[in-house]
């Protein structure tokens, strides 16, 4: 009896197995195989297993270098996404009486993704360029005299596209945690004695918390996995994880960059359990 | 004149929302300490002078007086009232002891303090064993417990339930009634309730004011709302009346004589002061408790009493009580509460043809 309870259990969850050994498991066990051999210095591994990779990855200075700049990056982009989206979706929610017009505004906020990722970036180079947009006004009303350099390929440059690019992640789950607040605790909270200050503190940011945490695993996680917005708005200036990674493999040091790769996807679990454990994501997602 | 700490006067109050009256021209003395109920079906513009008073909503025109000073415009806080929510509006992130000490947080007062103000409020309410548990894994009826002692804690001068009730099943509800009728009692502070349910407000209420698209119809103590209802609307929704509509046909003395289809005269007193024009149309009320149901051969009914023959149209059984569904004169119900041991005495039959009698002093005729 027990035993045919466990085969229909195993029946069950078959989907999900055919779906995540094959494209999950499966991808992530070869890298990590990969990260333990030996490279031959033209494409090939050599079954030879050695901690040379993670040695090396360990032992540069370079590493350090990359994770600061792409903490540098997550976490700017972090404060950025979390500070405009928290207010969007606290405006959505509790300025727009009319649920109508807030769910059509809440759609506005995703025209930008209509568009390819490529495309939205590319568009900033016009807007801050040495004669962009930004430049040639703020030259024309006399404020400045020479065009300002860190608009464009610059650190700068790499958070407002993140920040433009990301910050729809951080409304989604704000907004889906803010509209389930019964919006008679906050007046209750009113009626209590409370200022807007400690109504947004007490009531409305512990309420939101599932949300924000939500939003802030999506936003970092996807900084710390990118190269490309880096490469484009840094103009080659700046590198960040990734990017080295995705170097050792245009010169075919597969078993290197799988050792950086999976340090990098433990860097990852880690944040995110650490934000897991502020919150209980599974009774935002359950309820 | 003084006037206690807790006297609310509304003082001509209105209240639009665009084309909408809400509220048309309020006026009402609350005593302090009183238990006032406003009644009314939903829609009647009770729950909107509720929170005019409460400070959730601002009056279109007309003054609100607390304590004799004008509170229109100020926040809730600085008017000294608390609201209790329907469906409580508890804040479901923090235990049961945080929300009751909620209002103290906020105005400024150390974490000891108001825990500790905070577990006496909770006694009070029977709820200390559950201070740490989360609003989510409470009964209804300790929510309600929880948000009575939310709005009790700041000791406000007036507390303003707003259908405080209605979420409870029926037994709770009465259990729960009784429970704020001791509370209001025990904190001698103005509790303004609103509600739907006659029932509730008779039983609760020193001042009973039953509403009528945003007027007030009628305002008194429980008894004499129930018992001298002002005019059919609240005769009607208190329930507990007949009304019978008919034409003045005869007067005599301080009597008048109305004329209903297919039945003799029914003579009713006029109040003091009342006038009636002979062929006017006027409602007669009689209590459902006061009509005595005659078999036919029984012979006339005694000087002094008012009769109907009628037919029982259906008999229900409620226990205290039969409750006699008589064929209606006109329109609306007329129904006879008979005793259950004088029905049973000799029971009567679905269909049978009765006289329904009452002593004519105790008829009323309705404005």
Redesign the interface.
Known sequence: MAARANTLAWFYISPLVLVLVPFFVLPILVVVIASFMESDGFGGMIPHLTLANYAAVFGAELTLRLYASTMKFALLTWIFTLGIGFWIAYFLVFHVRNQLLAIGLFLLCTIPFWTSNIIRMISWIPLLGKNGLVNSSLMGVGLIHQPLEFLLFSDFAVVVAYVHQLTIFMIVPIFNAMARI?K??I?????????RY?IMR??VV??SKNGIALGSIFVLSIVMGDFFVVKVMSGGGSASIVSALFEDIAVLQYPSAAAAAVVLLLAVVVMISLILRTVDVRKEIAR | MTVGKGHIELAGIYKRFGEVTAVDGVNLHIPDGAYCCFLGPSGCGKTTILRMI???EDPTGGEILIGGEDVVGL???ARRT??M???Y?????LSVRENVA??L???GQGQAERFRAADEMLEKVRLSELAHRLPGHLSGGQQQRVALA??AI?QPRVLLLDEPLSALDEQLRIQMRTELRRMQRELGITFVHVTHTQMEAIALADLVVVMEKGKIKQAGDAREIYSRPHDRYVAEFLGGQNVLSGKATGAQGGNVTVGLQGAAGLCVTLEPGRRVALGEPVDLAVRRDDIILRRPEAGAVPEGWSALNTRIKAIEYQGLFVKVMLDAVGEGEFVAYVAERDFFSDPMQMGDIVVASWVAERSLLLA
Request: avoid cysteine; proline fraction near 12%.
């Open positions: 019964d008679r605790t007046e209750a909270a009113l009626d209590a004695g409370a200022s400690e007490y009531i512990p309420l | 409460a400070g959730h926040p809730p806080v608390a609201m929510f329907q469906s509006a508890l804040f479901p992130h909620f209002p947080r906020v105005r939310r709005a700041t």
